[in-house]
């Protein structure tokens, strides 16, 4: 499956982002989809999971601020940013555990 994520921008802290990630197949029977982001010189870090289900999971540092979710007839995955702190700006990917990395979007956040 490849995806693509899209979304990203320049936002001041404060505002809100919304990325979307499109997958080339049919994603219903995919157990997990994620959201990672790698900011410059840091490791790439899991942000937010979201099961078949739709149960949730977020990292410590954006819980509260990030809802992930996903349209499964539509094959899509969704990150809505909200409040967002010039340490959330990263290049974010969308990914299938144990899948290739596509293309990020680059989120960068102002103060």
């Known amino acids: 499956v490849q995806l693509q994520a899209s979304g990203g921008g320049l936002v001041q802290a404060g505002g809100s982002l919304r990325l979307s990630c499109v997958a080339s197949?049919?994603?219903?029977?995919?157990?997990?989809m994620t959201w990672f982001r790698q900011a410059p010189g840091k490791q790439r870090e899991l942000v937010a999971t979201?099961?078949?289900?739709?149960?949730?999971n977020y990292a410590d540092a954006i819980k509260g601020r990030f809802t992930i979710s996903r349209d499964n007839t539509n094959n899509m995955l969704f990150l809505q940013m909200d409040n967002l702190r010039p340490e959330d700006t990263a290049v974010y990917y969308c990914?299938?555990?144990?899948?290739?990395w596509g293309q990020g979007t680059l989120v960068t956040v102002s103060s």
């Open positions: 197949q049919n994603i219903s029977s995919i157990l997990f």
């Open positions: 979201v099961s078949s289900s739709g149960l949730t």
């Open positions: 990914h299938i555990p144990g899948g290739n």
